[in-house]
């Protein structure tokens, strides 16, 4: 008698069983990080990242299965399994030079891609047991080259002669100029900013991505050669047209980002005490008011108040703690509940072992202050939620009588960001959605000017780094072709 | 780096700069300003574009040392270097022949108006130009604005020089009189242009302010600047920073303004002990 296909199966999955038993596979190393009591009043990073050992224990871990299927969930397609294999080997200098080849900012990315939304979570060893710690590994083989001086310089073509504006030193900037490098052409940065790096130092905090490594890794664009330009606010310094017709640019990218904040438009949010995320973090970040010697102000009370759910408000409220040095009632104000907030579960997580509170369901209808012009009180009301909406999540809808009084002299709106406009009214040619970002060909970030690309979150609307990076290498491909023909 | 070129002493707490920052330069319109930063710890401060010269590449400004951040920027020299100069930033002066147009500065405004009245002088307008200060030793720039002027009215507040008085009681004389007045222009503390604003409002004359709001990056990023007008929010960085004296929340400006005037306060205080100390 034939065998049934159950016995079939159950065959197949205890030899399976017996396989992954042989090789012994170890369990998902967890992340070293320091307790949350003690980070909290500081600003140095939270997680501290593999030692050699944890390494190469996580690395073995990896199937090495024949579709790779992380390759391809990587927006730069990071050559993923054979990184693991050099840090399995104790290859690691040569494991960071692996994922280089795509990667321009692996300690960066290693630190605040959402991994498991991303390579981890299409990871063929996530469907028997928890997926490799690709960023964790990534993190380290980049941190590892970088603290033994092992970074080389990629090798770079023979000069060409044409010559490329990034607009915007942000993730995606900075991957279109190292490519473009990489090829031989010559590649000017300009950045409106005092500092090279966009969002990654004025958005992403200290104790998620420390701001000397984030120079490090832009370091290798200069040392390739790019020219910086910094206070150069394309747009009003000078326009695109300028960079192509009286600067001889043969073409240029445009990578500013989403710099734009939105506010909720209700009764009292320009009272003092209601920051914008963006201005709050800039604050803090790039103008480092945390620390004694800068001069920058920035205001933490007693009971702060979040609203949004985001990366940027997890950020805002883990900054906000450390700013009032623990003291500080931080909370969440989301109007949808747990399930739907799109920040990462990791920064979730941090947020809620440091004590910030979440008070979710909530919408602030209106800021109250007091006699000096200072926000006090937020009047919230309850929601409950309906049918999903366009995004798919569920709607939030208002619960007719629940309004209530949420305590709060320090607010910061973390609603997300749109581009601004400085460069879309001044360069009559570029199409623009009605959103405000840029239109662009799918395959090759073309704008609707010759000659002009853009990539990133200005294409995109607020998203994440990588996906940036993403857009840089393809318009950098795009642009490379452009040259080669022009 | 940006190289102060020269500086000129104007009352015993303004002075003015000439700064190296030829792309500014180049492209700067009245009514715009830059931000800048002396040092790595300093703060990021917006200050009016006063003049520019293209040929040489450099930008004038008027700094009145009222703080922490500004004593600093005062105490540089010829041949010392701004770390950051950033801009144009904000939208230039609407400049057209509006006919008859009434200036009017308060303190270290007067700096800020001092482009505007040579722009509407130079587009043919008639200019009445009025600048007022606390006391005599303060009045800034008379000279120079007489020069694009048809006619030039000091006030100080104790009467020790000019009118006795406010800028803004002059221009309301002026229109009791019957003056014929087609724009306004009033840049200064923020008091002084809301009393200016009150006193055009009735006989319905475009009156523009400028404001000095508290802003970190001034490419519309932080949103600090934000500003009430009519009922809608804009930036002071990108919106501004003129707009429709009518129209603006000068209340919520005054108050805005005072927001971190404790934190500052310590500072100026630490200051003051060092240089007792060093005296």
Redesign the interface.
């Known amino acids: 008698m034939a065998t049934s296909s159950r016995d079939r199966k159950r065959r197949t999955r205890s030899r399976s069983k017996q396989r992954r038993k042989k090789v012994e596979r170890p369990p998902r190393q967890p992340m070293p990080t320091r307790p949350a009591e003690e980070r909290i009043r500081d600003f140095q990073e939270v997680a501290l990242g593999f030692t050699a050992e944890l390494a190469q224990k996580e690395a073995q871990r990896c199937l090495h299965c024949t579709n790779h299927p992380c390759i391809e969930g990587c927006p730069v397609a990071v050559d993923i399994p054979a990184f693991i294999e050099l840090i399995s080997e104790g290859e690691f200098g040569a494991a960071a030079r692996k994922i280089k080849e795509t990667n321009t900012l692996p300690a960066v990315c290693g630190r605040v891609c959402p991994q498991e939304e991303q390579c981890e979570e299409v990871c063929l060893m996530g469907k028997v047991d928890e997926p490799v710690a690709i960023g964790r590994l990534e993190r380290f083989a980049a941190d590892y080259e970088r603290e033994h001086g092992e970074a080389k310089l990629p090798e770079t073509d023979p000069a060409t002669g044409k010559k490329v504006a990034v607009v915007g030193s942000g993730p995606a900037g900075i991957t279109v100029a190292y490519e473009l490098l990489q090829k031989g052409h010559q590649v000017t940065i300009f950045e409106a900013l005092h500092e090279l790096g966009g969002v990654l130092v004025y958005g992403i905090p200290e104790f998620r991505l420390p701001k000397k490594i984030v120079h490090e890794e832009i370091e290798t664009v200069k040392n390739l050669g790019a020219e910086i330009k910094l206070n150069m606010l394309i747009g009003k310094t000078k326009t695109i047209d300028q960079l192509l017709e009286e600067d001889g640019f043969d073409a240029v990218f445009i990578g500013t980002g989403a710099g734009l904040p939105m506010f909720l438009g209700i009764p009292g949010e320009n009272l003092n005490g209601v920051y914008s995320a963006n201005e709050f973090l800039t604050r803090v970040n790039l103008m480092k008011a945390y620390k004694e010697e800068y001069v920058t102000p920035v205001k933490v009370g007693e009971k702060v108040a979040v609203i949004g759910a985001g990366n940027v408000a997890m950020d805002s409220a883990r900054s906000a703690l450390r700013v009032g040095q623990g003291k500080s009632d931080v909370s969440i104000i989301y109007r949808r509940s747990r399930e739907q907030m799109p920040a990462r579960e990791e920064e979730i997580h941090h947020a809620e072992e440091e004590g910030v509170k979440f008070n979710l369901l909530t919408n602030p209808i209106r800021f109250i202050g007091n006699e000096k012009g200072v926000v006090e009180k937020i009047e919230c009301i309850r929601m409950e939620l309906g049918e999903p909406d366009d995004s798919g999540r569920r709607r939030p809808i208002p619960i007719e009588g629940s309004e209530h009084i949420v305590e709060a002299d320090t607010v910061i709106v973390a609603l997300g960001t749109m581009p601004r406009e400085f460069i879309a009214d001044t360069t009559p040619d570029l199409e623009t959605s009605e959103w405000g970002t840029f239109n662009v060909e799918e395959d090759t970030m073309e704008t609707s000017k010759e000659g002009v690309f853009a990539g990133g979150d200005v294409v995109t609307g607020s998203a994440t780094v990588i996906k940036a990076m993403g857009a840089g290498r393809t318009a950098a491909a795009a642009i490379h072709e452009y040259l080669t023909e022009k | 780096m940006y190289k102060v070129v020269s500086k000129k002493k104007l009352a015993p707490n303004i002075t003015r700069f000439s700064v190296q920052a030829p ?2 330069a180049e ?1 700067r319109k009245p009514g715009q300003f830059v931000v800048i ?1 002396a040092c790595e ?4 401060v917006p200050l009016t574009i006063v003049d520019s010269d293209p040929e040489a590449g450099t930008i004038d400004l008027i700094i009145q040392d009222a703080g ?2 500004t004593h600093q920027l005062c105490g540089m020299e010829p041949g010392d270097n701004l ?7 904000g939208k230039p002066t609407e400049i057209h022949n509006y006919g008859t147009v009434v200036c009017v500065g308060g303190g270290v405004g007067t700096a800020v108006l001092y482009p505007i009245v040579k722009a509407m002088k130079e587009e043919g307008n008639e200019v009445i130009t009025i600048i007022g200060a606390r006391t005599k030793e303060l009045v800034i720039l008379e000279e120079e604005l007489k020069e694009f002027s048809d006619e030039l009215i000091v006030t100080t507040d104790d009467g020790s020089y000019g009118i006795e008085g406010f800028g803004s009681t002059v221009l309301k004389n002026m229109l009791e009189e019957g003056r014929e007045i087609d724009f306004v222009v009033a840049i200064g503390p923020t008091l002084m242009m809301k009393a200016v604003a009150e006193v055009t409002r009735p006989h319905e004359i475009k009156t523009i302010v400028s404001l000095n709001s508290i802003m ?2 001034g ?6 600047c ?3 007008i009519g009922d809608e ?1 804009k930036f002071a960085c ?1 919106d501004g920073p003129e707009f429709d004296a009518h129209l603006v ?1 000068f ?2 400006q005054i ?2 303004h ?3 005037k404790d ?2 306060c310590k ?1 100026t205080e630490e200051i003051d002990k060092l240089e007792q100390e060093k005296a």
Do not use: N
């Open positions: 792309a500014v492209s930063r710890e300093g703060e990021r922490y951040s770390l950051d100069v950033l801009g144009p930033l970190i990056d490419t519309g990023m932080c949103g600090g934000r500003v009430t929010t990108v929340d209340d919520e108050a805005r005072q927001y971190y934190q500052e500072l």
